[in-house]
T-cell receptor, first 114, second 114 residues
């Protein structure tokens, strides 16, 4: 079945380290998103991309960067990780559909910054 | 930008009773309102959605209602079952054509007591 996958699934790192989270999809969708989930704060959009040459900042992009290497791959980087970036990170994809289409989420990456 | 408020943050109901989760939004231009369900340890998944040209939509035991004038929408679950226990997120679609994105509420943890 077509799916959205994320690597790694869990990561523990130290303050100041650079870290990359990767997302791949076999759904053939053009649109990809990175969200962050914190307890009691819901899902907050970090960055999104509507095609390979399109990158847009979301609500909480400070401290993060992204790369859309191909239609199927969208990576999130933390250049210098800090403890308050400890969270559950989700990648999601969607088709165009006039903007009404379902977003399909990956399994999530749990990141801990010590 | 868009602001989505969701209430309550936690909700406990007896099996077989109904559950209602309410959301309000701030941007009158928002015109698409999906609901996502996240079971413990799993990824969020779309369960129902509604467009602004519709006042109510049903799918078996779940329904969503929308009041555009008051800028609020609600999720109704009837005859609740233990498998309905999860965190539910409402969302509102914002942005113009080519920049559509979802703003999520902070979530409601629903517990169905057998």
């Amino acid at each position: 079945d077509a799916d959205v996958t994320q690597t790694p699934r869990n990561r523990i790192t130290k303050t100041g380290k650079r870290i990359m989270l990767e997302c791949s999809q076999t759904k053939g969708h053009d649109r990809m998103y990175w969200y962050r989930q914190d307890p009691g704060l819901g899902l907050r959009l970090i960055y999104y991309s509507f095609d390979v040459k399109d990158i847009n900042k979301g609500e909480i992009s400070d401290g993060y960067s992204v790369s859309r290497q191909a239609q199927a791959k969208f990576s999130l980087s933390l250049e210098s990780a800090i403890p308050n970036q400890t969270a559950l990170y989700f990648c999601a994809t969607s088709d165009w559909g006039g903007g009404y289409n379902e977003q399909f989420f990956g399994p999530g990456t749990r990141l801990t910054v010590l | 930008g868009e602001n989505v408020e969701q209430h309550p943050s936690t909700l406990s109901v007896q099996e077989g009773d109904s559950a209602v989760i309410k959301c309000t939004y701030s941007d009158s231009a928002s015109n698409y309102f999906p609901w996502y369900k996240q079971e413990l340890g799993k990824r969020p998944q779309l369960i129902i959605d509604i467009r602004s040209n519709v006042g109510e939509k049903k799918d078996q035991r779940i329904a969503v209602t929308l009041n555009k004038t008051a800028k609020h929408f609600s999720l109704h679950i009837t005859e609740t079952q233990p498998e309905d226990s999860a965190v539910y997120f409402c969302a509102a679609r914002t942005g113009g054509a080519g920049s559509y994105q979802l703003t999520f509420g902070k979530g409601t943890k629903l517990s169905v007591i057998p």
